[in-house]
C-alpha cells in the first residue's frame, strides 16, 4: 500500500446505491446524498445536527452518565470492550445525541440517534437520555424531535434494555398529555425496539427517503417465511403506501418541513399562553437521586414492598438458564386458556380489533377472580402442533396487538382491572405483519399501558419474548413463574449475532440474565410465583392454585389506590429503569 492510500480514501467515497467513486466534498455539500442516484448515505449525530438546525442555535444537553454495565454481559468480548471501541471510533458518548435548537425560528428539543455507534442500540443510558430529552421539552413547553437510527434494543443489557421502550414511551405519552407536538423521522435503518416504540408512537412520523423501518429485519422474516421479500419492502415509500408514515422527505427538504410542521404547531401571539412556563429544574445528581429512592413526596407507597424472594418452603434448586428456556417452552405447560379455565371463572371471550382482524394469538375477555371481575388478557399458544399452528406459535399480529389495546381501554372505562399472561416466543415477523404496522401496533401498547387509569398486574407464564411480550407487560405488578423467561431476544437470535454461530444459545441464555432470579434481582419483575416441585406442566392444578394466590396478594392492594396515583407510581417504576438504579442495584450484586 502506498502512503498516499490513506488520503486518497479520505478524499473519495464510493456511493453504495450506485457505486459511483464520489469526491467527497462534493458528496458533503449535497447533504451526503449520491448526486448520481440520489441514495441517502447514513449521517453522524453531529453532522445531522448541523444540517437540521438554525445556525448558532444549538445547545447540547448532559450526556454524561455513569459507566454501566448492568447484567455483566460477556459474549465473545466483555461489553465494557464494545463500548469502549464504539466511543472511541465515533467521538460520542452514546448512540444518541441531544440538543436544544431552533429550525426555522421555533425551538425545539432534538434527540438524534447515531448507528455508528453499536448499532444506534438502545440501552439503558440511550433510554435515560432520550427520556431526560422529553423532560426538557416537556418543562419548556416545546415540541420534541427524534431521529432514529437503530437496530434495536441492545442486547448486551438484556432485559433492562427492552425496558427503555416503556421508560421513553411514556415520557412521549406526558407530551402527547400536554398538548406538544412529537414527531419523529426515520432514517436508515430504524428497527426492533426503537421502531416499537418512540419512533412510531409520536404524532407525527416521517420517513426520510429511502429509510427502512420494520419489527423484524429482513434477515428473520426471509428465515421464519422461507419467502423472497417483496419489492421495497419496509422502505419508506411502501411504508407511505401502507399508511404507517405520513410523509416521505428528501434530506434537502427535511429542514423546511421540520420548520413547516412546527409553525403550524406552534401557538399564535394570540393563544399564547399568558401564564409563564413551568420553571425547570436541573435533574438532580445522579448520587443524590440514588441515595433518596422515593423523590417524590405524594409518592404514598400504596403498593406491595419492593422485589421480594419466593416465599414458598420449596427454595428452588438453581437451575442453569439453557434448562429453564426449555421448561418455559415445554408444550405441556399450562397456556393462558388452562389458566382461565382453572384460576378465573366465568370466562366471557370477546373478540377482534374492529379494524379488519381476529387475531388467534391472543385472547382476552371478561372474567372473575375471586368474585371479581377482571380483564384478562393472555398469548395463546397450545400444547399439540395442530393448535400451536392455529394459534400461530402465541406470535400476535398487529390485529391481536390492537385487540388486546380495545380491551385494555375498555377496561379502563368499566374500571375492571387488567390481569396479562405472557407467553409468546415474540411478536409475529411475517410479511404481512408488518405491513399492517406491527411496529407502530406494539409501541401503542406499550405507551397506553404507561397511563392506564386503571390496575395492570401481568404474569410472564412461559417465555416473555422482547418487543411482543412488553406489548402486554407494561404494569404495576410483574410476577413471573419460576420456570418462565423474559428476554430481550431469544437466546438463539443472540448468539447467532455475537458468538460465530447459533450453538451458542446456551451461553447467551446464561449471558442474557433471563430467569426469575436474575430478573427480579435487577427489578424488572417484582415477585417469582413457585412452581411444584417438578415444573408447571407435571401438575398444572397446584401451578394454578399457586397462580391464583399470588394474583390475588397482589391485585387486592392495588384495587385501593387512585388511579391517578396508579399512573404516577406505574411512572416511576419504569422510570427507574435507566442507567440508575437498577443499573446500579444489579452492578452491586
Ligand atoms: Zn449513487
Redesign the pocket.
Known sequence: MTATAPREEQLWSR??????L?YRKRLRRNLDV??????HARLAAPERLRQLVDPGSLRPLPDQLPEADPIDFVDVLPYPHRLSAARASTGLTEAVVCATATIGGHPAVLAVMDFRFLGGSLGCAVGELITRAAERALDDRIPLILITASGGARMQEGALSLMQMATVSQAIAALREAGLLTVSVLTDPTYGGVAASFATNTDLVLAESGARMGFAGPRVIRQVTGRALPEGFQTADVLLRHGQVDMVVQRRSLRGRLGALLAATSPTRADRPTRPPVPRQEPAPLRERLADPDPDPDAAPALPADPTPPTTAETPAVRDAWDTVRMARHPGRPTTLDYLDSVFDGFVQLHGDRLGGDCPAIVGGVARLADRHVMVIGHQKGHTTAELVARNFGMASPAGHRKALRLMRLAARLGLPVVTLVDTPGADPGVSAEEQGQAAAIAENILTLTVLPTPVLAVITGEGGSGGALALAVADRVLMLENAVYSVISPEGCAAILWPDRSAAPQAARALRLTAPDLCRIGVVDEIVPEPSTAAHDDPAETAHRLRAALLTNLLPLLDVPPAMLVRLRRQRFRRFGSTRAGVRAGAR
Not at 456511493?15 to 459511483?20: F, H, K, L, N, V
Request: include cysteine.
Open positions: 456511493c453504495a446505491g450506485c457505486a459511483t464520489l449520491c448526486p448520481e442516484c440520489g441514495e
